[in-house]
């Protein structure tokens, strides 16, 4: 019943949207498809031969929406520059903060730090920090899959009004780019984390079995590593969970991300201000009028579609944390199984070894009373 009401609530929200959102809608997707792609990273420092590494730089990819890419190494003041963050985030995305868990809005940017996912997204373009790693190919991969290269600005036009029309009839919007970035980042860590955690529940129901039918010290060796590697993972999923769950109870955080907005918002009101004269003046000051009520509707329909989108990934988090706390609460009854175990032989031993004093003792006095 639950999941009917937010399907039908889902559907009214994007049938309104569009009724009330129209012709904002199209000259928006207009501006985005005529607005010139990002430029290139012009790096501070070029590696070659003779010439020696910048000091700091380290290997940046590019990917923009259109599909362009480019893999260079660059400094943090490039970066900084380029994406328009303090520095301190690059710190976030360093080696110290590896295990740490972020997601920050900034003004015209989104720094995610998940795992071995660690990039910057602006409403235009990717920047994704060591993009060359195993561990991080996959979500290059899928941002290829996401935003095939195109070159042909009528094609994009041509597929946000196909997408349009299917929202139209009940179908999910198109997220923005910031967000279809985030998924995917998401949706890379999860599947990261959901094979650890395959693998942790492969690797323990046999050693504790076995466990249970032999108490020896390798056995007693294998639990001890994976209760710690148990204890880590679950640190792990715990972080990214808890990061989600700091994103979904404030809602204005969720707002920030919403970085095509502000984008749109800007580069409109720079073109109102370059084209602004006193006879249009009036009809501006009315036209804030009702955008200021169509952009507050949309900005709470946006942050329900990240709502349900950062919602879907909690859940999938929330399975994962559950399934790992379901083997250690079965390594907690496998010790106390043992420790009962433990507990019984000992008993026996010391029965054993008092039933062999008394026998002692019996010996002994019957030799005293016969040599008396």
Known sequence: MGEGNLSFRRLTSIRHRKKRTAAKDEAESSLISSSPPPTPITPAAVVGKGKKKAIGARLWMRFDRTGAMEVVECDKST?????????????????????????LAREKAIVVNLEVIKLIVTAEEVLLLDPLRPEVLPFVERLKQQFPQSTDAS?????????????????????????QVLEIALETVCSFLDTSVDALETEAWPVLDELTKNVSTENLEYVRSLKSNLTRLLARVQKVRDEIEHLLDDNEDMADLYLTRKWIQQNQQSEAELGETASNLL???????????????TKDDDVEDLEMLLEAYFMQLEGMRNRILT??????????????????????????QLTLTIASFAITANTLLYAL
């Open 79 to 103: 970066i900084i520059k380029r994406a328009s963050v303090p520095a301190r985030d690059l710190r976030i995305l360093g080696p110290v903060f590896s295990h740490s868990s972020n997601i």
């Open 155 to 179: 094609e994009n036009v041509v597929q946000s009004s196909v997408l349009d029309h299917e929202a139209g009839e009940g179908l999910q919007c198109e997220l923005p780019f910031e967000f």
């Open 283 to 297: 009809s501006r000051v009315t036209s804030n009028r009702s955008s200021s009520m169509v952009t507050s509707s």
């Open 327 to 352: 083997v250690r609460e079965y390594i907690d009854d496998t010790e106390d199984y043992v420790n009962i175990q433990l507990d019984n032989q000992r008993n026996e031993m010391i029965q054993l």
